[in-house]
């Protein structure tokens, strides 16, 4: 984001195959509301070339990259780490303080798929549950984020993008803003 | 919910394998951020049958059922219909029109996947977009609802369930209601 925050996303596990569509929309869901980077398990090459390719297209900065050592890389991180799991604190609870406990910090977002190591829940700051049901940590990942900005991402613009959406009514428009208007 | 609104979700298209894991998120998403019904394509028998499993181990009410007829279900809603796309316009400008319009009504919800029939943006009351960036139906959905129901959602008890995650700070609680503790 543009102001005195920033936030990685990483996606912990991934199954090629089986998790190339939920790891992906990570990726994206974490560009489109607001975060500044993810990063994703070696294994998700899928997930990477097409997040790359959307920002490419869409606009950034943002960036994703691959990691050889996810858990590891959630216990070195230089800076607070949260933690989205079904059994953690209430969100609604808990997001007044990680804003105020992250500024000017680099937060780490941690969104599992099926096992998540004890080690990581050890490891983050805090670990909250957009509800404590079983549902999915894509929306769980777009409600932490909504809210962690207080909806100030979805008035986010994307630098150098081929093309842009603009939002109608009725039916679908796209300009290509780099031969077409000023930015 | 247990107020005075009322909201289905319609999961537009589905390819048996490849979709199976994202339906199945819509699904749930919508029972766990307070929606009172899915509505899936026949094929989504997978995605059903989860979701069925979900509500009946964590509780409900929540119903979910198929349609032969997803686009017909569209066009013959009796109630207000908002179509979630990328296109459409910004969520925070129109979801207190939604609110306002959809109140003692059953408000329906549309979630696509990949190419959405203009038939449906014509149907829908309100095309309304989660940003205007490429991202997840699912990441949409969730957080239209936050919205709509303006956090409320997240504060739902659902009943009947056989099991109850409590939310802890460090680690896994689970009770079973029904023979451990009162309601």
């Known amino acids: 984001m543009q102001d005195d925050r920033s936030v990685t996303v990483l996606r912990l596990g991934h199954r090629p195959g089986r998790d190339d569509r939920m790891t992906t929309h990570v990726g994206l869901t974490a560009r489109a509301l607001g975060a500044?980077?993810?990063?994703?398990?070696?294994?998700?090459?899928?997930?990477?070339?097409?997040?790359?390719?959307?920002?490419?297209?869409?606009?950034?900065?943002?960036?994703?990259?691959?990691?050889?050592?996810?858990?590891?890389?959630?216990?070195?991180?230089?800076?607070?780490?949260?933690?989205?799991?079904?059994?953690?604190?209430?969100?609604?609870?808990?997001?007044?303080?990680?804003?105020?406990?992250?500024?000017?910090?680099?937060?780490?977002?941690?969104?599992?798929?099926?096992?998540?190591?004890?080690?990581?829940?050890?490891?983050?700051?805090?670990?909250?549950g957009v509800t404590n049901q079983p549902h999915s940590e894509v929306a769980a990942l777009a409600v932490f984020l909504d809210r962690y900005f207080d909806g100030r991402e979805l008035d986010r613009t994307f630098e150098n993008a081929e093309r842009r959406v603009v939002p109608t009514a009725l039916g679908k428009e796209v300009t290509e803003p780099t031969d077409s208007e000023p930015e």
């Open 36 to 128: 500044d980077e993810v990063i994703f398990p070696a294994n998700a090459t899928d997930a990477l070339e097409t997040t790359r390719d959307v920002t490419e297209r869409f606009g950034g900065p943002f960036e994703a990259r691959p990691t050889d050592s996810p858990v590891g890389d959630v216990r070195g991180w230089d800076g607070p780490v949260v933690h989205l799991t079904m059994y953690g604190e209430p969100v609604q609870e808990r997001v007044g303080t990680i804003q105020a406990e992250s500024v000017g910090q680099d937060l780490l977002v941690v969104v599992g798929s099926e096992k998540v190591p004890f080690d990581v829940y050890e490891a983050a700051d805090w670990n909250v």
